[in-house]
């Protein structure tokens, strides 16, 4: 089974932790509205010429004095976001994973190239590698804006994590999220300018436009635990105003769930009462989750249940 069989069912479980409320039904409209944003956001970036691609108020509207850290979330039409401050003459990095790298620069370098850029315009920082903070360092130095995109960390890597004080727990709605706050460590640690940048859709003209907050500056003599005090509020001001506007515009949803059954196991007697479950396969097991229960159940390859 692909990733896209596994969406929805973590799609409904991730979000009933945060609008418990909900109803099956409930959750099938919003799934149906969730996934039509995706696909709408997809489209936008399909052309290669900036010209074509990118919205002239927008871009007349993009501050032309960023410098530093900016921190992005995956909202809305955020891969937008490179292409905006490369037409307003940027130079930029990227930092990412291995695999986002290897996803998106083929069309981000071919935008450059299409767009008549210089070649350095645009760089990518693999967020996998030891010298990660180094190569951040270096590409401020060349006066590049580094956009760094977070994600909420919950499973696995939030339970074997390191450092426990490296992670940000954010309550939001009728759940809560936690956020690796190392980029925020690395500004404070070194004075850098850090803020938000992100997309969000105008309630009256409809069409999505940038934010960029104010920066978030290291005070004299301020303690780390009060920097991140400040960056908490500040993310979570940000997080609650963008599932105000439209939650179903944050594409995370079916990535907060990570299944392990080291943590977590089913009540095997609790399947007895199942009324709605869907069939899932992950890993090559198998899996019921329980949409009123909430919960995964394991197929045994001998018939039981766990």
Known sequence: MTNKRLTKPFWFANVWSFFPDFTVEDLEVNFLKWRANQAAFQQMTQTKTLSELLDPEVLTDLPGDLA???????????????RYLLAAGYRIAVLASPQVIQREQV???????????????????????????????????????????????????????????????????????????????????????????????????????????????????????????????????????????????WENWPMLHLYQPELKRADAEGIEGLICGMPVCFQQRRFIFDLKGRQFFEIQPNGQKQ
């Open 68 to 82: 530093g850290i900016y921190i992005a979330l995956h909202y809305g039409p955020y891969r937008l976001l490179p």
């Open 107 to 249: 069309h981000t370098l071919a935008d450059v190239k299409a767009n008549n850029l210089p070649a350095d315009a645009l760089t990518y920082i693999d967020a996998s590698r030891k010298t990660v903070m180094k190569n951040i360092l270096s590409a401020l130095q060349e006066q590049r804006v580094v956009l760094v995109y977070i994600d909420a960390d919950e499973g696995a890597q939030r339970c074997t994590a390191k450092n426990q004080n490296t992670l940000l727990k954010i309550n939001l709605l009728h759940g809560h999220l936690y956020f690796r706050a190392n980029i925020a460590l690395l500004a404070f640690r070194y004075g850098l300018p850090l803020a938000f940048l992100i997309m969000e859709k105008n309630s009256r003209s409809g069409r999505w436009q940038l934010t960029c907050s104010n920066n978030i500056k290291t005070g004299r003599k301020e303690t780390v635990q009060n920097y991140l005090k400040r960056f908490k509020s500040k993310l979570t001001v940000i997080l609650s105003a963008m599932m105000e506007r439209d939650w179903t515009a």
